[in-house]
């Protein structure tokens, strides 16, 4: 029951998971929870606790396979990945032999013998600084969870008997899709992130997600109205008739808005004066290539490896890679197919591979640096990208490139790759290009000369911005100093792309900067006709794209050539959308 204060209006900033805005009563979500401090850590008889964790294992593959079912009968086989890699580590042989160690030897009773080893798994990743790896981690608790919950015979009630705000303090894939999407307003959650797997199903169902970051799930109670911005990431708590109003306005807007982008996405991305723009989607698991058709993208302008690895917590064989590349690959058809060799390290640690840690892993031995000091790894990958290659329109393109020392050591790895993988009697395309991202200050600089080595480049905004400006985009404490909109980064931003056009070779975006609407035009301004997004923002950014001209375009990129500050730039962007595309200008709108 609510009481006088405790309806007082709250607004909280989080984080924007998945677009959308809802409004709506909550609905608190409690997973069981166990207190380790209450386990029985001594197992009476070891045989006897080995077998009890074999059936409770048992019953949660059952239950990760029905809601694999579940999942593809409701909606394809979009999301069944995501549960096929869950089953994939329970069956990881040195898992299950690590957790009967430690019933055996340990003498540990399976409760506590599960907690143990998956905590130690899922606080390695929890504690890196890559938020895709740290996500991860939430998995891992997950299926600690159904384990421990499985071996206690303990069932969790997912009805809900009205339209509501799911609130928790982490959603798992299995609760995700647990609950009646018909009647699911919004997700809330206290941890997780853009690519935490509640998020990647919310943005796939088309529910508002917002993270909060400030376990508002001990907050919030059942009934409390929330309204949920899933642009901004604004949290609002019993929200006044007003600000209700409001916010129903910008939804209807949203809606109203959405249905008009949707429509106009089957159209070209061509401006006002007939410049055709390519449009490419960035994916970084195989399910999400569904979204490139669904909205309509040309193709896939990046997609990131790490997954692959993160995925098995392992080096995935040669055959395991081709098989993910040649699902997507022929998925696509003969639309492009970029795929980025793996950016381990630094802070990107798999166990057993890279646990070394680093003063400054941002500088260290990550990405390309990694890969060419382990051929053992790199080469398998690119030999399982050579061979997808016969099914369709793939290319590769090398993470962190400084030097062109670098790309001619890859150049000679897919030499031998080829000639192994033509002897061996494998059929490989004549044509695979090579690009390098420019996302290192060396590489932007020496672009026009890089260009000379490689078939196409690909900006990477976000570690370009970050080494430009010597800011950790991590930290939290100069975060108010990184911005891409910075004259230094623009600066060579625009260096690569003339590079690529003096070149004659494809020069590209796939940053988080191409899916900032107020950064498109100064993107075409400056020559880019090439821009690699988040599949849900293409309807967005192509709307912008038919809404300007080219000319325009250019002046506006003279125009920010002559200012000095970052909030200048940012400022005359802003208005220069609103003046051209006043339709997307709802949701800049504030409370």
Known sequence: MKNKESTKQIIIRGLATAPGIAVGPAYIFKPFAINMAELDTVAASAKAECEHFKEARSKVLDQLNFASKQSFESYGDEFSEIFNSQIAFLNDTLLLEEIRTKIYESNQSAAYAVTTVLSQKSNHFINLENRYFRERAFDIIDLKQKLILALFGIKIDYQLTTPSIIISENLSPTDTVNFNRNLILGFLTDQGGQTS????????????????????????????????????????????????????????????????????????????????????????????????????????????????????????????????????????????????????????????????????????????RF????????????????????????????????????????????????????????????????????????????????????????????????????????????????????????????????????????????????????????????????LSVTPHFIPRIKKIIRSVHINSCIKLYDKIQTLHLASEIEEVCNDFIQTNVPELSFSKEDI
């Not at 061509?270 to 309509?296: G, M, W």
């Not at 004549?430 to 600089?445: H, K, Q, R, W």
């Not at 196409?456 to 930290?475: H, P």
């Open 371 to 530: 890969c060419l000091d382990n051929p053992q790894i790199f080469k398998p990958q690119l030999r399982a990208i050579l061979r997808a290659s016969a099914y369709g329109n793939i290319r590769i393109l090398l993470p962190m490139v400084s030097s062109i020392s670098e790309i001619l050591q890859v150049k000679e790895l897919i030499n031998e790759a080829r000639h192994e993988l033509q002897t061996s009697g494998y059929k490989i395309s004549p044509n695979v290009d090579l690009g390098v991202m420019i996302e290192t200050p060396s590489a932007a600089i020496m672009a026009s000369t890089v260009g000379k080595y490689v078939d196409f480049l690909s900006i990477g905004s976000n570690d370009l911005t970050q080494y430009t400006l010597a800011v950790d985009r991590t930290n939290s404490k100069v975060a108010h100093s990184y911005s891409s909109f910075d004259p230094a980064v623009i600066r060579l931003m625009q260096m690569a792309t003339i590079a690529g056009i003096e070149n004659n070779i494809p020069v590209s975006i796939c940053g988080e900067f191409a899916s900032v609407p107020s950064a498109v035009p100064v993107l075409l301004g400056m020559g880019l006709r090439s």
């Open 197 to 368: 797997h509640s998020a990647i199903l919310a943005r796939g169902l088309k529910i508002p997600s917002v993270v909060n970051g400030k376990n508002l799930s001990k907050v919030i109670r059942n009934g409390d109205e929330i309204i949920l911005d899933g642009f901004k990431g604004t949290i609002i708590i019993n929200p006044e008739s007003e600000t209700r109003g409001k916010y129903l306005e910008l939804k209807e807007k949203h809606n109203q808005q959405q249905a008009i982008l949707v429509a106009d996405n089957t159209k070209k991305a061509i401006t006002k004066d007939n410049v055709e723009i390519s449009l490419l989607a960035n994916i970084e698991l195989p399910h999400e290539v569904t979204e490139v058709s669904e909205f309509n993208a040309q193709g896939v302008g990046l997609y990131r490896t790490e997954a692959l690895f993160m995925e098995n917590n392992s080096t995935p064989s040669e055959d395991e890679q081709f098989k993910a590349y040649k699902k997507i690959v022929k998925s696509l058809g003969s639309d492009l197919f970029v795929i980025r060799t793996i950016d381990l390290g630094g802070d990107k640690l798999i166990e057993g591979l890279t646990t070394k840690s680093e003063l400054n892993p941002f500088l260290g031995w990550r990405a390309i």
